[in-house]
C-alpha cells in the first residue's frame, strides 16, 4: 500500500483519481442530511445562548475543598436566597463552580451568603456579577451586520478575481453551508453560545473561504488550459484540480485542528468554560466543516453552475470525440496480428482500413499476385464511401515506397 506522499503524488499527476464530480449527488445527499438535522436542533431544540444574551446573574466560587453534589447544593443555596428560575452550575478548574441565575436584584447578597454557607467558604471568595440581556442583543446586532457585509464584499471580490459570478455564488453556498451546519451542531449538542462562540463563527468563514479559494485557483488554472488545448471537459479538469490539492486541504486542516485540540483538552480538564473554551469548540467544528464543503461541495456545484454554458457544452463534445478516437487508435494498435478492423474516417487521418502487422510486401508482389489471380490475397483498403485504396495508404500519402514495374510471368 503507498504511503500518503506517494498517494498524493499519484493524485497530483492523475495516475490515480477520486470521482469528486461523478458524485456529486451523494455529497449532496450527505449535505443536505446535515442540513436537515440542523434546522432540526435549531428550529426544534433550540439554540442555547449563555447568559450575555439572556440577562442574569454571575456567581463565581473559589477555593472550594469538595465540589460533590454541586448542583443540588447551587440549587439549594438559590432558592434559599429567593430566587427562582433556573440555575446553571458547571465546575471549573477543579476547586471552582460557576452558577448562573436569572437576575438577582434585590437578593443578591442573600444569594452570596447562601453559596458561600452551601459550598463552606468565606463570603469574600464569592464573585457576583449582573449582565443584562441588552448586551447581547446588541452583540447578535453587530455580528448580523458584520456577516452580511462579509458576504457581500466576499461576492463581489471572488466574482473580479475569478471573472465568473459562478465561483463567487459556489462560494457563497458553501460558506452558508458551513455556518448552518455548524451553528445545527451546537443546537443538537446543546453547546452554550457565548460572544466568544460568535466570533468563532465568523472567524471560521474566513478559513473556509481559504480553503475553497485555494481550490478555486487550481480549477481555473486547469480548466484554462482545458478550453484552450481542448483535449478534456470541463468537468475532468476540475476533478483533477480538486485531487492535486485534497492532500493539502487535509494537511493544513490537521495542522490547523491539532493545537485546537490541545486547548480543548486543556479547557475541559483544567480551565473549565470559558471565553477560550468557547472559541476552541467553534474553531473545531467549524474548520472541519469548512474542509468537507471546500471539497466535496464547493466545486462540483460550481460545475453544476457552468454544466449548461455553449462554451462547455462545445467542450465536452469535443473532448468526447477525442477520447473517442483514442480509444479507436488503441483498439487497431491492441488487435491480433492478421486480423483486419475497419476504422470510421474521422478515427485516424492517416488509414480508414488496414491489416494489423500484416507482413510488408515493398516490392509490390502481392499487388501482382492479386492483379494476375494468384491464390494469396491481401485485404482490400476503402475509404468510408467504399472506394479502393491503395495498400500504403495505411502509412500516409507522403514517402511512399517507389514501385518497380516487374515483368510478368
Do not use: C
Not at 454571575?58 to 448542583?71: A, F, K, P, Q, W
Not at 469548512?290 to 469535443?318: C, M, Q, W
Not at 500484416?358 to 516490392?363: E, F, H, K, L, T
Not at 499487388?367 to 500516409?396: C, F, I, M, Q, Y
Amino acid at each position: 500500500m503507498p504511503n500518503f506522499a506517494q498517494l498524493g503524488n499519484d493524485l497530483y499527476t492523475g495516475k490515480r483519481s477520486i470521482d469528486f464530480i461523478g458524485r456529486q449527488k451523494q455529497w449532496y445527499a450527505f449535505s443536505a442530511v446535515l442540513i436537515a438535522l440542523a434546522l432540526v436542533g435549531i428550529f426544534a431544540r433550540g439554540l442555547n445562548f449563555g447568559i450575555e444574551f439572556r440577562g442574569g446573574s454571575e456567581y463565581r466560587l473559589t477555593g472550594i475543598s469538595d465540589v460533590s453534589n454541586y448542583e443540588t447544593k447551587a440549587r439549594s443555596a438559590i432558592a434559599e436566597a429567593g430566587i427562582g428560575g433556573n440555575v446553571l452550575s458547571t465546575v471549573i478548574g477543579g476547586n471552582s463552580v460557576r452558577v448562573q441565575t436569572e437576575a438577582a436584584g434585590e437578593h443578591n447578597e442573600a444569594a452570596k451568603a447562601a453559596l458561600a454557607k452551601a459550598f463552606g467558604i468565606q463570603l469574600n471568595t464569592v464573585s457576583a456579577s449582573l449582565i443584562g440581556p441588552s448586551w447581547g442583543a446588541s452583540v447578535t446586532s453587530k455580528a448580523l451586520q458584520a456577516l452580511i457585509i462579509f458576504l457581500v464584499l466576499l461576492a463581489l471580490v471572488m466574482a473580479i478575481y475569478f471573472r465568473t459570478w459562478k465561483m463567487a455564488a459556489a462560494g457563497l453556498v458553501a460558506l452558508l453551508h458551513d455556518l448552518l451546519v455548524t451553528v445545527g451542531i451546537y443546537a443538537l449538542a446543546g453547546f452554550e453560545i457565548t460572544p466568544a462562540s460568535m466570533i468563532g463563527f465568523l472567524t471560521i468563514l474566513g478559513y473556509s473561504l481559504y480553503d475553497t479559494v485555494v481550490v478555486f485557483d487550481k480549477v481555473r488554472e486547469n480548466t484554462t488550459e482545458a478550453m484552450g488545448t481542448r483535449r478534456t471537459s470541463y468537468a475532468a479538469a476540475a476533478n483533477l484540480a480538486v485531487n492535486q490539492t485534497l492532500v493539502r486541504s487535509i494537511n493544513t486542516t490537521v495542522v490547523a485542528l491539532l493545537p485546537i485540540v490541545a486547548i480543548l483538552i486543556v479547557g475541559v480538564t483544567k480551565i473549565g468554560p470559558g471565553t477560550l473554551l468557547d472559541l476552541a469548540l467553534a474553531l473545531f467544528v467549524g474548520i472541519a466543516v469548512g474542509a468537507y464543503s471546500s471539497i466535496f461541495i464547493a466545486t462540483p456545484l460550481l460545475v453544476d453552475l457552468r454544466r449548461n454554458e455553449p462554451g462547455i457544452v462545445e467542450l465536452e463534445k469535443h473532448a468526447a470525440k477525442l477520447a473517442s478516437r483514442e480509444r479507436a487508435d488503441q483498439a487497431v494498435q491492441d488487435a491480433p496480428v492478421g486480423t483486419t478492423r475497419t476504422v470510421p474516417a474521422k478515427a485516424s487521418s492517416t488509414r480508414v482500413s488496414a491489416p494489423v502487422d500484416a507482413p510488408s510486401d515493398p516490392a509490390g508482389d502481392s499487388a501482382d499476385e492479386a492483379t494476375d489471380g494468384g491464390e494469396s490475397e491481401e485485404p482490400v483498403l476503402t475509404d468510408a464511401a467504399g472506394r479502393p485504396l491503395h495498400k500504403w495508404a495505411s502509412t500516409g500519402p507522403r514517402n511512399q515506397p517507389k514501385r518497380t514495374p516487374r515483368a510478368r510471368r
